[in-house]
């Protein structure tokens, strides 16, 4: 059996709960909550409304859900939960993005398992391309607490890294290892929110499926898109700075001691 999966988390800055004192969350007459989440621009609620800095930003709120879910875009990309610098989002299928969105270098793209290659490809405005071998052949020389490549592979990503396919395969159909081996993953998430267990990983593959899914996040970096530079955009408001970002676009953040929405007037606010 051969898995692939991978939970995301997308961070960023504006996603956040916020008094009036801290200026305006939203665009004037577009909605800032959906079910317990509180959206706030440059980000937006209703696909085409006009609410986010630019439609590649705009959430749907579905309201068949009690309470209602947030959704990226009108697909089927489900937000979580949010706090002040992170959004987390919860998705199985690895797919090309058309979205402001590209992988972080906190990732780590990993393989489990004993008869088990992966291989990544995708594009950062080049070409990329990586594998993985996870090889062991008996269950003592598994080593548990770290991945060290008997059993459990990783490699990094390069940075802006925008889409990746994964192509997972068995090298002798676990032959020889099926006892306390039955399934290969592969996966792209945080590095530091995994810590390989050893056998117990290898044995169980519900188990580690569950744990990885709820647990282990994907990163994702975002920026608004533009084909002019930060300055050049003039999109950041009062007591707040513009940054190029190495990965294209830019964003906007608030001036030190200063609080609240760098997007919209009247802009950030003294604490």
């Known amino acids: ?133 996870g090889l062991c052949r008996r269950s003592n020389d598994v080593p548990g607490g770290y991945c060290s490549g008997i059993g459990c592979c990783q490699t990094s990503i390069p940075k802006g890294l925008k889409t990746y396919n994964v192509t997972l395969t068995t090298l002798s159909n676990h032959t020889g290892v099926v006892s306390f081996n039955p399934c290969g993953f592969a996966f792209l998430g945080e590095e530091d929110s995994f810590q390989f267990r050893g056998v117990q990983d290898l044995t169980n593959a519900s188990e580690f499926y569950s744990r990885v899914k709820s647990m282990v996040p994907t990163v994702l970096e975002w920026v608004i898109e533009s084909n002019r530079s930060c300055r050049e955009a003039n999109e950041c408001k009062g007591n707040s700075s513009c940054s190029d970002t190495d990965i294209g676009g830019y964003r906007c953040s608030c001036n030190s001691g200063y609080v609240g929405n760098p997007y919209l007037d009247p802009g950030c606010q003294g604490m």
């Open 1 to 133: 059996m051969l898995l692939l999966f991978m939970t995301l988390i997308l961070t960023y800055p504006m996603l956040q709960l916020a008094s009036a004192s801290t200026g305006n969350i939203a665009k004037p007459g577009c909605q800032t909550r959906c079910g317990n989440l509180t959206v706030a621009y440059p980000f937006g609620i209703g696909v085409g409304s006009g609410c986010s800095i630019d439609k590649s930003l705009d959430l749907t709120c579905n309201t068949t859900y009690d309470p209602s879910k947030l959704f990226i875009g009108s697909g089927n990309i489900e937000i979580h939960k949010s706090s002040y610098s992170e959004l987390w989002v919860t998705n199985f299928v690895a797919q090309r993005w058309s979205l402001p969105f590209a992988f972080s270098q906190r990732n780590k793209f990993t393989v489990i398992g004993c008869d088990d290659f992966a291989l990544i490809t995708g594009s950062n405005g080049g070409d990329f391309s990586s594998g993985c071998l």
